[in-house]
């Protein structure tokens, strides 16, 4: 039996966390073991119940679970909020709190749906990338930050930041990744200007002693850019920071099709770890019954791999929502000629009949 807190959040979020249940639901029928959901909330809805997108509350129960799984927040509604209650406050902080350091984004294209990109069919099939995104620090949580006046003028700033303890522990995160996968992992950084990416590849290269049957490579974060849409599969393994992994975590997803197709893991050391789709909650598409669940989907069947440590269900999941998209269904963000257009709810139905 195990304990999960869910957060759905805002918008699409309790749509695709719904399914994700299903799913999860009927795979622990077919494995046979127990999954006890408890709701709570954050970001939007949080804010509108108790002045805080992020409860007291819903951390304790996060801290006091097996796992957690959320679904997105934010809504254009909350655009005007000052920024400590703003819903986005509420996923830097249930990170920070949980101590999620290591973000697993992967960025697989499905033989399925190799057309879905708007990239060359032959550029992105056979596609297998694992984006190691730094979740806690840099300068999403750097301090000094604000908007102050200086010399008259009002000016922003933040602070890019890592000590050597927090690139070691993610290098070392990634080394091991790389070791279970094909051994090849590239560092991306901007150490041709950035003082604190020169520390990050210090600090990289001194953990690859400790690994030497992984090759490193190393990468600016410009030409990582550039390369991901040129040649994705020149990557395997890839370990960046907090803000650059944001931005090709989102950059990679094209490759797959859609932002609706690419689940992660944020995980500690230690611990409890969270699930969450990488997509937002899509407030636009709220209630319509539109919104791809396979993100969310399958950041569930990770959870079932990476926290209980269930390889054959996790598999079983991946390989139902392949023979969905294989039988021609496709949701409206990955739908293309000749397929069959469904919502939400039917593409949870029809994975979830397929897991036996
Ligand atoms: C993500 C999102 C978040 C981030 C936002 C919503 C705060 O873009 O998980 O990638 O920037 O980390
Ligand atoms: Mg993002």
């Not at 922003?156 to 990634?174: L, P, Q, S």
């Not at 269900?313 to 963000?333: F, H, M, N, S, W």
């Amino acid at each position: 039996m195990y304990k999960i807190t869910v957060v759905a959040g805002d918008g699409t979020g309790p749509e695709v966390m719904a399914e994700a249940k299903k799913v999860l639901n009927k795979t622990a029928e077919v494995f046979d073991f127990k999954l006890e959901f408890n709701d709570y909330l954050i970001g939007g809805i949080a804010y509108e119940k108790f002045g805080t997108p992020l409860p007291d509350e819903t951390i304790k129960a996060a801290k006091d679970s097996d796992a957690v799984m959320l679904g997105a927040v934010g809504d254009w509604k909350y655009d005007t909020l000052p920024p400590e209650v703003r819903p986005e406050r509420a996923l830097l902080g249930i990170r920070k709190e949980l101590n999620l350091f290591a973000n697993l984004r992967p960025a697989i294209v499905w033989e399925e749906l190799v057309n879905s990109s708007p990239l060359k069919p032959e550029n992105v099939s056979g596609v297998d990338i694992m984006i190691i995104r730094e979740l806690t620090g840099d300068v999403y949580f750097g301090e000094p930050k604000g908007v102050d006046v200086i010399n008259g003028k009002k000016t922003g700033f933040n602070n890019m930041i890592y000590n050597e303890d927090e690139v070691r522990r993610i290098a070392k995160i990634a080394f091991e990744t790389a070791t279970v996968r094909d051994k090849k992992l590239c560092s991306v950084d901007k150490a041709n200007v950035l003082d604190v990416s020169r520390l990050w590849r210090e600090i990289v290269i001194e953990v690859s002693k400790d690994y030497p049957e992984v090759q490193l490579s190393h990468m600016y974060v410009d030409n990582a850019a550039m390369q991901l849409v040129r040649a994705p599969k020149q990557f395997s393994t890839i370990v960046t920071g907090n803000i650059f992994g944001d931005i090709l975590s989102d950059e990679a997803s094209m490759l797959a099709g859609s932002l609706g197709l690419l689940p992660s893991a944020s995980l500690s050391d230690k611990g409890v770890s969270l699930y969450e789709p990488i997509h937002g909650s899509a407030p636009d598409l709220t209630g319509k019954d539109v919104v791809n669940p396979i993100a969310t989907i399958l950041s569930g069947a990770m959870m079932l791999k990476y926290s209980f440590k269930m390889d054959e269900a996790y598999k079983t999941i991946e390989k139902a929502i392949k023979d969905v998209l294989k039988e021609g269904y496709r949701t409206q963000d990955i739908m293309s000629e000749n397929k069959t257009l469904i919502g939400t709810k039917k593409m949870g139905d029809l994975i979830a009949e397929k897991i036996k």
